[in-house]
């Protein structure tokens, strides 16, 4: 099937013959077709890495439509005050009440260290400790989300990252004031007016007045995500996030118009978007997909949602919740799970793979975008099997620490004398033995 | 400098003026030069994706000069354990004493899950899962390395993954007994004797007889390198790992014979590999050098460590090793860092960025390569500033739990559905808003 046609929701039901086939179909849809901007982009970097802030500014100015130089690049306090003080005073509670509930549930996340000797007298240890300086792309224009600013600011501040830097093109010299009252908000350090390819080189690599960070993070165009990938290795960089999707798992207890808001709220972000549906119940099955219908009437994101949900939509209709929806929830791996269901922490239990997971017929996903506490930075396309979401973990590495005294490495060091022979790797075996003597 | 002409170990003097452009110049030095196989490799992984189980067995005989049908790629019970059971007993039981240090310090990492209800009445939670099916490159020939097995395997089966599956290239069919004895101690569960670029596609692809994995893990060769990076999204990868260092921080109260096999036993491994001693003592620094010189005469693999010494290598020489040396060890943020002073426990506490710190003059790293407990598995080229040794945790994924009832909704649910306003996001905010009224 191809992708890019939309052919209207599937509606596929678990007990029919061709069902195993046409799941798979779902699972394996290509639902992103970024270009190719590798040699774009490997140019632009080479440039940030050899002129700095000329070739910086340079780029600024052509794509944002800008006259900068290279001392107007970085935001004053009065620009990012000025900007966040304009904002209405009730976004300001709203975005404040997140931040704390965001800081609240990260602050959970901090990892313990540990420190034994053991029965050979061996001193072990690990050790955690935070990324010095981190930096945080933040897209421009309409796709510049506070939420997702306060999403990757805070774990990193709760991590204890000293310097957090943010970048955030302004296109044509417009700069977003709430995007500035979430950074002052989550404490970020350093805002420079970039974006693009040359933003996350001058992150990456360090420009005459951007001292280069050690990890980067944030969401960003094709450019972006090819930049990043570019410079791992040089820095850290968090996943490369793909189109958000939403499994719903409802019974047909639920009003169906609340549901398939659900579904639409994912469906609006993107057209790449994925709102999938299981239920036990077929009639509750088109019930929602006549409340999509009728939500499309008037949202204004309409069209961006319909072909969402026409392209990539889907409703699965099982015998049993409990007993089929499991498996079926393990193998969409997916990024933000919904279950709306009588028991919903006893349906949780026996689900493995999920980016997030919303308890109950009153958590909607959305809840979770901007207030909830959990991250909203989350694993998409099945990556939920093998990754996290965003945390303070992300922005912290661990250092291990072993200590023996002349009697600990009397009795474990001939086991490393023994392997290193076998490896062929004598200095090895005599930076032990040498010591033994 | 160009990185390939050895020119003798630089000594560097801290309190010379041109310290710091040299010592500049020692970080920024490239030490690896991997060719660009990417067009080679992504042919490789179309194939295998297309053709399974064919192409595999085509390129495995053509490369490792083998005559293996499909079902052949396997290694049965027999085969394993016959291997095995060939290794001298003491080898056995050095593998199984590092075996089991490895287990309890990977143990120690296993991390907790939370639950909790806050002020609001939101539930809350954070909770651990092991990835379900993994895979462990192993490399052929003289690089199949026992002691790397057990460090890849074992923390897979600490965190609890079901299905760990090795690949090892048996190049003229030849099985290398130490590394079956190494998988079999670690308790992997499929072994299939294929290499290179087919054996990672084979795993992130599945094949008629191999059922694809979420998270690949080992070193490789720079095919099996880029073939990682290529398959990355679809499965989980571990970090690529560049050419070993060693810093080693070192009072003249040590044994130069000592300190110098140590800082040998890094640059034995690979010409691109580097050891670097810090010591307050410009005396001591050249018995540490005479050291090198004189264990060189007989080292077995003199070669390479005087070339990796020659090219790579260097001691610097400060003041006063409390107060200078942090510094310049967390610009270094070394792969290993040897503490060989009297209080090194002192002086770790003082040291932001290394993969692991060996504590002491007993405590030569090698020790750790094999039986210490801590994983051996270590990021290079400063990436310590921002991420981990190999541990449980990359095996395992964390998912969000959220929950709210009526009431909780109505505390946090209108900050949600002004800040989706603000961003324009109607669905969002109306699937909070439906549930409010």
Redesign the interface.
Known sequence: MNADTPRGPVTLHASDAGFEAAFTDLLNQKRENDPDVNATVAAILADVRARGDAAVTEYTNRFDRQSLTPDQIRLTADEINSAADSVDP??L???R??AE?IR??HR??M?ED?Q?T?DAG???G?RW?A??AAGLYVPGG?AA???SVLMNAIPAKVAGVDRLVMVVPTPDGVLNP?VMAAAREAGVDEIYRIGGAQAVGALAYGTETIRPV??IVGPGNAFVAAAKRQVF?I??IDM?AGPSEILVIADAAN?P??IA??L??Q???DTAAQSILITDDAAFAAAVADAVEE?LKT???AGI?RESWQTHGALIVVEDLRRDAPALADRIAAEHLELAVEE??AL?ARI????????????????????????HVL?T?R???????L?V?DFM??????????E??AL?????V???G???????????A??LK
């Not at 990556?383 to 979401?389: H, K, L, M, T, V």
């Not at 590495?397 to 002349?406: A, I, Y």
């Not at 474990?412 to 490393?416: E, Q, R, S, V």
């Not at 076998?422 to 032990?432: K, M, N, R």
């Open positions: 009730a976004l509670v709203a975005l009440q997140a509930r609240a549930y959970r996340q990892p540990f034994y053991d061996v001193r072990l690990s400790s990324v010095e309409t989300y506070p939420s709430l050690d990890k290795g820095v850290g490369i009003d118009a609340w808001m659900d639409l709220s469906a609006e972000h939500h949202l204004p994101r949602a919903p922490e949780a493995r793979h999920a980016g997030a997971i919303f308890l109950g017929r009153h958590t909607p996903e959305a809840v979770g975008d901007y207030v909830g506490g959990p991250n694993p396309a990556s939920a099997r093998f990754s996290s979401g945390g973990l590495k661990r250092t291990s620490l072993l200590g023996c005294t002349p600990a490495l474990i060091g001939p086991a490393a023994t392997l290193a076998a490896e062929g790797l004598q200095a090895h075996g005599l930076s032990v040498l010591r």
